[in-house]
């Protein structure tokens, strides 16, 4: 009678979040003692927590006192990863690259401390031209309209028999910095009529003639209807519309 088992003390329990390790302190017996530790990439100076000697409550805490631990400085990246260009103005995207950089503090590296790591740097993606928005016989785009480069812009031309208004030439526009893969090209559309047939000044179709105004076509005498003037796709134009009166 009188006599109690020795037992070791209760396992340490500390919030990790705190940057505190006590790993070595589960299970330490009556007499003993183990190190709490700052956990990395948190930096401070080991303290120790002792079990009594001759301890006999198992749910009897440790002696310990909490190492002051603080957080390492995050350390600048050492390898640039593919998209990143790093100088002494700080980081930005690499040619061919576009969008935002940001840097984060993240685990990594040979010690596995916290290091700087970019991100928000995506590859360049050219543009491509709208589907439906170009008459194809009406306006003509350029080869270099099936895959212009961001920052960039290709020709539109009016398409034979059409012929642009006072030179008309119109654009299609990547926007700068494109990382958008359906990114469609920003059309400025050149401005294209239909001309008089070839020769009709001098020698006009029948049953059509020159309007008052000069730039107009009109029935001829013995002809009804509106005159008007038709490109057709890749064709020659011509003037339709008058019809001659046949008696009844």
Not at 44 to 69: E, I, Q, V
Not at 112 to 132: A, N, Y
Request: proline letters at 9%.
């Amino acid at each position: 009678l009188g006599c109690t088992k020795v037992v070791p003390c209760k396992a340490l329990q500390v919030d990790k979040i705190g940057g505190i390790d006590a790993g070595d302190c589960s299970n330490v017996s009556a007499g003993a003692s183990c190190f709490v530790r700052c956990r990395p990439p948190y930096t401070g100076n080991a303290t120790t927590a002792s079990c009594p000697a001759h301890n006999t409550n198992k749910s009897r805490s440790l002696d310990w006192l909490a190492p002051n631990c603080s957080l390492n400085t995050c350390t600048d990246y050492h390898r640039v990863p593919r998209g990143y260009v790093k100088s002494s103005r700080g980081w930005r995207c690499d040619e061919g690259f576009g969008g935002h950089v940001e840097l984060r503090c993240k685990y990594g590296g040979d010690d596995c401390g916290l290091s700087v790591v970019p991100s928000g740097c995506i590859p360049l993606e050219t543009c491509t031209l709208p589907d439906g928005l170009l008459d194809p016989c009406e306006v003509e785009a350029a080869n270099e309209c099936l895959a212009v480069q961001p920052g960039t812009f290709c020709m539109l031309h009016c398409r034979t028999p059409f012929v642009p208004a006072n030179g008309s030439i119109g654009y299609g526009h990547c926007p700068v910095g494109n990382t958008n893969t359906s990114q469609r090209l920003e059309l400025t559309l050149p401005q294209c009529f239909c001309p008089d047939p070839p020769g009709a000044d001098a020698a006009p179709p029948m049953g059509y003639e020159r309007g008052s105004e000069g730039d107009e076509w009109r029935c001829a005498s013995g002809f009804v209807g509106t005159a008007r003037k038709v490109c057709h796709c890749r064709l020659q134009p011509e003037l339709v519309g008058c019809k001659p009166l046949v008696p009844c």
